[in-house]
C-alpha cells in the first residue's frame, strides 16, 4: 500500500514540475508593439560602434510579421518570422539607399521582456555578427505635471 501512494505521489510531483516548466513557454507574451534596443555588430572580425535597432511587431499565433530596422524612418519588411514559445527568429533583407544589401539572419529570444539574440549576415564577402538587445517602446500618455 505505501509503495502504491508513493508511486502516486511521484506522478503527482513529476506532473507539477512538468506543467510549471511549461507555463512560460505556453504563456508567452504577445510581441505585437513596437521594440527598440541596441544593435552591437562586428564585420570582418572588427567591432563597430553601437547601434540601435527599431522594430515594429505583429505576432498573429506563431506567425510573425513587421518592419525592422536602424530607425523609424529607415527599416525593411521582416519575413519567415515565427514564434515558437519564446524562441523568435526572421530574416530581413536589408536595401539601404534602394541597392540590393544583405539578408540578415536573425535568432532571438524573450528572456524578462527582452529580446535577446543574434542576427548574422554575409554579403559580397563581407560576414557580419550582431548581438541584440531590445526593449518593448511604453508610451507615456499621462500630461506633464507643471
Known sequence: MK?????????IVCAA????????VLAAA????KWAGSFKSVV???????EVLYLDLKQTGSELTG???PSVE????MSKGKVEGTKVTFEVQMSPAGQPGPLMVFALQLVDDHLKGSAKAEFQGTKMTAMIDA??????LRPESR
Open 30 to 33: 504577445d510581441l505585437t508593439g
Open 44 to 50: 570582418n572580425d572588427e567591432k563597430r560602434e553601437d
Open 74 to 77: 529607415l527599416n525593411w519588411p
Open 135 to 140: 526593449q518593448r517602446v511604453r508610451l507615456n
Open 3 to 11: 509503495n502504491k501512494k508513493r508511486g502516486v505521489m511521484k506522478r
Open 67 to 69: 518592419r525592422v530596422g
Open 17 to 24: 514540475a512538468l506543467l510549471l516548466t511549461t507555463l512560460p
